[in-house]
């Protein structure tokens, strides 16, 4: 199996901040990587498809980088709204597995 | 606009088996650019993938919980279901339903419901 480890688990920033989640597989899973924010007591929302691509309508300050077993997400400029934890989820191609990174959350400082 | 919506019991006891609907409306869950799945998240915690199907009938499942997980499809009431055999209080979480690609090939989830919160208790 697959495992995901992202980091840091939760982070501080200042509003402004550019803000940076690490998320390693433990094999090469080429570019088979999405991103997700999750506010509290929300669904969580796709931004990220295939490590870097932005999902239509999301905001252009999120962006995602990376293949084989390291990718980075970033928020370019930190705003009030992004407070949310964020997911990395990895897939298998045929049949399609997903597997998520624990979660990173983003507070403000 | 797509809306997915769960139903089902929100209090289950242990050893028994746990059952949800998610109704789609808004569009066909018969068609082919899509997968249909579940996701849990217990309180506090994060999320884990539970199982998709496709229109046809595939089933694809997380291996933690393949001996416990059936999923099903009624493309006729545009709704598919989760059944969890066996629960335990360790089974006690916020259960989506959800949309993910198959078509682009990301399997990227889209679509959410807003999600339905089941606690094993006795």
């Known amino acids: 199996d697959i495992q995901m480890t992202q980091s840091p688990s939760s982070l501080s920033a200042s509003v402004g901040d550019r803000v940076t989640i690490t998320c390693q597989a433990s094999?090469?899973?080429?570019?088979?990587l999405n991103w997700y924010q999750q506010k509290p007591g929300k669904a969580p929302k796709l931004l990220i498809y295939?490590?870097?691509n932005l999902e239509t309508g999301v905001p252009s300050r999120f962006s995602g980088s990376g293949s084989g077993t390291d990718f980075t997400f970033t928020i370019s400029s930190l705003q009030p709204e992004d407070i949310a934890t964020y997911y990395c989820?990895?897939?298998?191609?045929?049949?399609?597995?997903?597997?998520f990174g624990g979660g990173t959350k983003v507070e403000i400082k | 606009q797509l809306q997915l919506q769960e139903s089902g019991p929100g209090l289950v006891k242990p050893s028994e088996t746990l059952s949800l609907t998610c109704t789609v409306s808004?569009?066909?869950?018969?068609?082919?650019?899509?997968?249909w799945g579940w996701i849990r998240q217990p309180p506090g915690k994060g999320l884990e993938w539970i199982g998709s199907?496709?229109?046809?009938?595939?089933?694809y499942y997380n291996p933690s919980l393949k001996s416990r997980v059936t999923i099903s499809v009624d493309t006729s009431k545009n709704q598919f279901s989760l059944k969890l055999s066996s629960v335990t209080a360790a089974d006690t979480a916020v259960y989506y339903c959800?949309?993910?690609?198959?078509?682009?090939?990301?399997?990227?989830?889209?679509?959410w419901g807003q999600g339905t919160l089941v606690t094993v208790s006795s």
């Open positions: 959800a949309r993910h690609e198959r078509k682009r090939g990301d399997y990227g989830l889209g679509y």
């Open positions: 808004g569009g066909s869950i018969s068609s082919s650019s899509y997968y």
């Open positions: 199907i496709y229109y046809s009938g595939s089933t």
């Open positions: 094999q090469d899973i080429s570019n088979y």
């Open positions: 295939d490590a870097s």
């Open positions: 989820q990895q897939y298998d191609n045929l049949p399609p597995l997903l597997t």
